[in-house]
């Protein structure tokens, strides 16, 4: 069976060229002029582009004790829906829980996902156990540790776990990521709102300014730096985090900002909204920000400072979020938008002249393929890629409701907003997940996907490391002062 797509645009990180694609056993086989196959797709008028990529969600995610709504199924037919045709999850050991026997879990539940999918691991708790463990994660196709510098009391880690488990991640070859917020900081906040009396979702923002983040992420990299090591910061939402990041890169350091499609286009006015429910259905860490932070954060995609956007999609049914009605600390922290990042990121990003569609292709999908090592079997249109491909039809509108949504909560954050550019047909794989609009995913055909460690820039910067690391000098003793 070969599938063609024809007569579209195709858009690379790179370059934009008109051509068609065939595609047979899964993947792209060629890419060229005229050609001709068992089915045909019409991609005329449409650009065609990799899949989109989102490196971070959370699917069925056991958080303030719940668990997010959408399951891997619904997550990823979400994805799907939107153009994005592989997602990375977050493996969370409770404290004390071997990584392996939390793995097992996590390939348990994602049996139905629609799409691929992987996982990083999180470093939820230390000893010699995790420590060791650490390379069998990465044995198993994992290269990413993630670290939450939040949450005290539950996932937070501290700063001599931090660099702990960064010099494990430069010894293994592993990329450590970051939930950067100072979470001691947060907990005092917290207590002293509520004692004012401030219990609504607005203290919740409140309990978290720019500063706490800002903070946290400059912390982080100096950790990584003096451990040697590559740093992922992810949901980047501000520009003193942004400012942080884009100091250090100037500075040499290898590291990575994500900026989520929420940060980048909804601001902390929501907080202030009289209806309970929609202030609480905002809640998320970090919080909104200021509307100011939003140039930052644009500006950062399009100079190359900030790399990726995602969605960070831990959605949360309404009777989930009213766990807070009294308490904004008990509100389940977290919001969707699996389904809406790329239009919305083409609508508010290429549409505006913000972002080139080329621009669009590498923050969607190229770059983090290349950060996660991945490339070029995801997030790229070359031949013996993966044929994961979203033929895009920039003309096609609609104005998002949860009524039509693939994600099972009954709101949505971008309820409303009209946006103009859409999947016409998203290939998971070669197999048609959207058909002319339509959403076909099927439960079942996603497959997890191993990353293997030390990619380029991990052993770039450990050769840096090793080259610039403290030296004796050796001195003859001649040279040394007669009493010795
Ligand atoms: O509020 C959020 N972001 N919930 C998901 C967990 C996390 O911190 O990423
Ligand atoms: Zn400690
Ligand atoms: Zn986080
Ligand atoms: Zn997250």
């Known amino acids: 069976m070969r599938t063609v797509i024809k007569g579209g645009t195709i858009v690379a990180a790179d370059r934009s060229y008109k051509a068609d694609i065939a595609i047979e056993d899964e993947k792209i086989v060629q890419i060229g002029a005229d050609l001709s196959g068992d089915k045909v797709l019409d991609a005329e008028g449409c650009y065609v582009m990799p899949g989109g990529i989102d490196p971070h969600v959370h699917l069925k995610m056991p958080f ?132 004012q009396g401030i219990r609504g979702p607005e203290g919740h923002a409140m309990s978290r300014p720019p500063e706490v983040e800002g903070e946290a992420t400059n912390r982080a990299i100096m ?39 929420q940060h980048l286009v909804l601001d902390d006015s929501e907080y202030r909204n009289p209806d309970w429910d929609h202030a609480a259905q905002r809640v998320m860490s970090p919080p909104f920000r200021d509307k100011s932070n939003q140039d930052s954060l ?56 913000r972002l080139t569609p080329n621009e669009f292709v590498a923050v969607t999908s190229t770059n983090i393929a290349r950060i996660l090592n991945i490339y070029p079997q995801k997030g790229a249109i070359l031949e013996g890629s993966d044929a994961d491909i979203v033929v895009w039809d920039p003309k096609k509108s609609k104005v998002i409701s949860p009524e039509t949504q693939q994600s099972v909560v009954e709101y949505n954050v971008f309820d409303g907003r009209e946006v103009t550019g859409l999947p016409r047909y998203t290939l998971s794989r070669g197999t048609l997940a959207v058909d002319d609009g339509r959403v076909c995913a099927t439960p079942g055909h996603g497959r997890f996907v191993k990353r293997a460690p030390f990619g380029e820039v991990n052993k770039a910067l450990s050769k840096w490391k090793e080259v610039t690391a403290p030296r004796q000098v050796v001195r003859k003793p001649e040279n040394m002062p007669a009493c010795v």
């Open 298 to 353: 644009w500006a950062g995609l399009q100079a190359g400072s900030l790399q990726v956007v995602a969605t960070d999609h831990c959605a949360f049914t309404i009777d989930q979020k009213r766990t807070g009605i009294d308490d904004f600390t008990k509100i389940p922290n977290g919001t969707g938008g699996l389904e809406d990042r790329m239009p919305m990121l083409w609508t508010e990003g290429v549409n505006t002249g």
């Open 64 to 195: 303030m004790g719940t668990h997010s709504a959408d399951d891997f199924e619904s997550g990823t037919r979400a994805g799907l829906a939107g153009g994005t045709t592989m997602v990375v999850d977050f493996c969370l050991p409770s404290p004390g829980q071997s990584l392996l026997e939390a793995l097992e879990g996590w390939h348990a539940k994602s049996q139905r996902a629609c799409g691929d999918y992987s996982f990083h691991m999180a470093v939820t708790w230390w000893s010699e156990q995790v420590f060791e463990e650490m390379q069998q994660v990465v044995d198993l196709g994992i290269n990413s540790f993630k670290h939450f510098m939040a949450y005290k009391g539950a996932l937070m880690v501290d700063d001599d776990e931090l660099f702990d488990s960064f010099q494990r991640c430069a010894a293994i070859g592993a990329l450590p990521m970051v939930h950067a917020e100072n979470g001691d900081v947060v907990a005092t906040m917290q207590q002293k709102l509520l004692a």
């Open 223 to 261: 950790i990584a730096d003096m451990a040697g090591v590559p740093l992922y910061v992810v949901h980047t939402s501000c520009e003193q985090a942004h400012e942080a990041i884009r100091r250090a890169r100037q500075k040499g350091m290898r590291v990575y900002g994500e900026p989520l499609i």
